[in-house]
């Protein structure tokens, strides 16, 4: 997981509350995710960010926002959460050298009860 | 986009077996990538494999795609108990810096 962290490992809400989610690397790399992993479906993509403010949805992208203002940080928020955004959030960046390979950070569990 | 089909979902084998799961996918692909997860933790890129390639190896793993099938295996050769974890295949298409996971095939080695 070096040069990517993300905060909070670990979250416990109620259902309606707001909730934003952070990655922070330190490799300047361009290209940043934001997956979601639940059982029976694997990581799905909600949103990336191909550089500074620019943005583009994933396969699973409504309820979440995301901002992206400077090069390091991916931010990722639940306007208002509920209990079907249960899940465990991963960030990832891509690797340099031109191909899509990923480095993941350790993955933040949010639960909303 | 496309979502790649591991199987079998679960794999449980000695120490020292070799292990074998499959990935198929449905439409055109620039790579396949696999990756591991270890419980709690988030994944890590084992190998990749592009369109043009029909096999590549790394340490104990061999990556075998064949394209006009639609499918990857990954053999874990002389297994250990290390290597219990999930894994998963990623796939890349042309033009595109997203990724696209199956759901994993969960593998037990018993030492």
């Known amino acids: 997981d070096a040069g990517i962290t993300q905060s909070p490992r670990h979250k416990v809400t109620e259902t309606g509350t707001p909730v934003t989610l952070r990655c922070h690397q330190t490799e300047n790399h361009r290209y940043m995710y934001w997956y979601r992993q639940d059982p029976g479906h694997g990581l799905r993509l909600i949103h990336y960010?191909?550089?500074?403010?620019?943005?583009d949805k994933g396969e699973v992208s409504d309820g979440y926002s995301v901002s992206r203002s400077k090069t390091e940080d991916f931010l990722l928020t639940l306007e208002s959460a509920t209990s079907s955004q249960t899940s465990v959030y991963f960030c990832a960046i891509t690797t340099p050298g031109g191909t899509n390979v990923l480095t993941f950070g350790a993955g933040s569990r949010l639960t909303v009860l | 986009s496309q979502q790649g089909e591991e199987d079998p979902q679960a794999l449980s084998i000695q120490e020292g077996e070799n292990a074998t799961m499959n990935c198929s996918y449905k439409?055109?692909?620039?790579?396949l990538q696999w990756y591991r997860q270890n419980s709690g933790r988030g994944l890590v890129h084992l190998i990749l494999i592009r369109s043009n390639e029909r096999e590549k190896h790394s340490g104990r793993l061999r990556v075998t795609l064949d394209t006009s099938k639609k499918s990857s295996s990954l053999l874990i050769t002389a297994s250990r108990a290390a290597d219990t974890a999930s894994y998963f295949c990623a796939l890349g298409e042309a033009g595109s810096y997203q990724l696209t996971f199956g759901k994993g095939t969960k593998l037990s080695v018993i030492p």
């Open positions: 960010s191909y550089g500074v403010k620019d943005t």
């Open positions: 439409t055109s692909i620039n790579n």
